[in-house]
């Protein structure tokens, strides 16, 4: 079929056939029991092919968003993309629209459209959480997950924070980027967490009851989705994951920082991530050709190992001082990083860090200490993920900001604490500590009588 005729037939919101022997283009509705609504479904390909399933992310575009991705995989796949309900032309409603909720309607529809068959799912954005909890719940469903620029892992309040900065470092929030991306929404969910940080009662409590969803968030659909997505903690689901799982990721995101996509790559048990030069937040629409080529790719790809970086000599100190934009990387003893900024510490393994009055990104950590505290921060701002810290005491802080996601902290005492007050935002971490063992995803406030 020619491709302007397919995609004008995937644009119709209503039922539509054209076949050739056991290929299908058709669009359709079906009512389903977990939301009680009318979804709308595009079908397409071959039905003797593996099945695979397009999950949108935000935004009424919904499944129009793979609309140029769906000619490339069509000769080799049994294709189906939803309109989730909520979105485009499916039915909205007053419900709640969590990862969860989300993750039962695809089991539903696989049970009624694939019934026994593993699946191969693909989910951009909120698509990218729904498929993440699927694999959590329904591992057996699961051939391969593909997760593109998935949004809502890191804490809400990081996600607010990243927003924060990428409007700043944006001089029209109305550029063509910005359409392309629809990073507006990013401006859009940031308020959203702003106003959900002033409701009188806890999000959770929001998000469950009917009533106050309407109150607090008009009982909007994209409203409902977003903030049900920014509260989920995706901790278990992600050191659980049993599918191998590919990762395609816009380089430039302003809406799900590549940050997210690197903790998912470290912490994920079997993943691989592509990152795409010069792409944002829906690279399936502005960077189609290379979008293509790499999910074509990661849909056949059986190699996840993981390649270590290759050994190097133990240097005993690295040290910056009064510097900017320094970058360590290697085998260290100690690294002392003061009055610096724009340090990155990428792939380093060390016994000991000091940061003081500096601002430090790390990724890809591992800080061993013999004795003592693994890292020692005063007055210092840290932004690390996938990190590994072993110590008597693992982070030793005194007035500095700490962000951290994907972490693991394993401690003789405290895991993390504080002389002078601290700031704490972690996402989807690891704790262990003398005072216990949990997962952490939240926001706190390190004192000396509050450690973790």
């Known amino acids: 079929m020619h491709l302007a005729l397919l995609l004008c037939l995937f644009a119709?919101?209503?039922?539509?056939?054209?076949?050739?022997?056991d290929t299908e283009y058709r669009g359709y509705y079906q009512k389903e029991a977990v939301f009680g609504t009318t979804v709308y479904i595009r079908e397409a390909g071959l039905r003797n092919k593996p099945v695979l399933f397009l999950v949108h992310g935000l935004g009424d575009a919904a499944s129009d968003d793979w609309l140029p991705t769906i000619p490339a995989l069509i000769a080799d796949y049994h294709i189906f993309a939803f309109d989730l309900p909520g979105f485009g032309h499916s039915t909205r409603?007053?419900?709640?629209?969590?990862?969860?909720?989300?993750?039962?309607?695809?089991?539903?529809?696989?049970?009624r459209l694939a019934p026994n068959q593993p699946l191969l799912l693909v989910g951009h954005s909120l698509g990218g959480g729904i498929l993440l909890r699927f694999g959590d719940l329904y591992p057996e469903r699961v051939r391969k997950l593909v997760l593109v620029d998935a949004a809502g892992i890191l804490h809400r309040s990081s996600f607010a924070r990243h927003a924060a900065m990428a409007r700043r470092a944006s001089s029209d929030s109305r550029s063509v980027a910005f359409?392309?991306?629809?990073?507006?929404?990013?401006?859009?969910?940031?308020?959203?967490?702003?106003?959900?940080?002033?409701?009188?009662?806890?999000?959770?409590?929001?998000?469950?009851?009917?009533?106050?969803?309407?109150?607090?968030?008009?009982?909007?659909?994209?409203?409902?989705?977003?903030?049900?997505?920014?509260?989920?903690?995706?901790?278990?689901?992600?050191?659980?994951?049993?599918?191998?799982?590919?990762?395609l990721w816009g380089a430039d995101d302003a809406v799900a920082p590549l940050r997210t996509g690197q903790l998912l790559a470290a912490r994920l048990p079997q993943a691989h991530l592509e990152v795409i030069e010069g792409a944002s937040h829906v690279p399936?629409?502005?960077?189609?050709?290379?979008?293509?080529?790499?999910?074509?790719?990661?849909?056949t790809r059986s190699d996840y190992r993981r390649s270590d970086p290759p050994?190097?000599?133990?240097?005993?100190?690295?040290?910056c001082r009064k510097q900017e934009n320094v970058r360590f990387s290697g085998r260290y003893r100690r690294i002392v990083i003061r009055d610096c900024t724009q340090v990155v510490l990428e792939d380093v393994e060390a016994e000991e860090i000091e940061i003081v009055r500096s601002h430090v990104r790390m990724l890809r950590g591992r800080i061993t200490a013999p004795s003592g505290a693994a890292m020692r921060l005063e007055q210092a701002k840290l932004m690390a993920t996938a990190t590994d810290i072993h110590g008597e005491v693992g982070i030793d802080a005194s007035q500095s900001d700490l962000d951290l996601a994907g972490m693991r902290i394993e401690s003789g005492r405290e895991a993390i604490r504080?002389?002078?007050?601290?700031?704490?935002?972690?996402?989807?971490?690891?704790?262990?500590?003398?005072?216990g063992e949990r997962d952490l995803h939240g926001a706190f406030r390190i004192a000396a009588q509050t450690p973790l």
């Open 12 to 21: 119709l919101p209503f039922s539509a056939h054209a076949q050739s022997d």
């Open 93 to 111: 409603g007053n419900h709640l629209y969590s990862p969860t909720n989300y993750a039962r309607f695809l089991k539903a529809m696989a049970d």
């Open 179 to 247: 359409a392309i991306d629809g990073a507006s929404f990013n401006a859009w969910l940031g308020e959203l967490i702003a106003d959900s940080e002033s409701f009188s009662l806890p999000v959770d409590e929001v998000l469950q009851s009917r009533p106050l969803r309407k109150m607090f968030l008009r009982g909007r659909a994209e409203r409902i989705a977003a903030l049900a997505l920014l509260q989920e903690n995706f901790t278990v689901a992600i050191a659980h994951q049993q599918a191998p799982v590919s990762i």
């Open 284 to 299: 399936m629409k502005s960077h189609t050709q290379e979008f293509n080529r790499l999910l074509r790719q990661e849909l």
């Open 311 to 319: 050994p190097s000599a133990v240097q005993p100190l690295g040290e």
């Open 418 to 435: 504080s002389s002078d007050e601290s700031r704490l935002l972690i996402s989807v971490s690891h704790l262990r500590s003398s005072m």
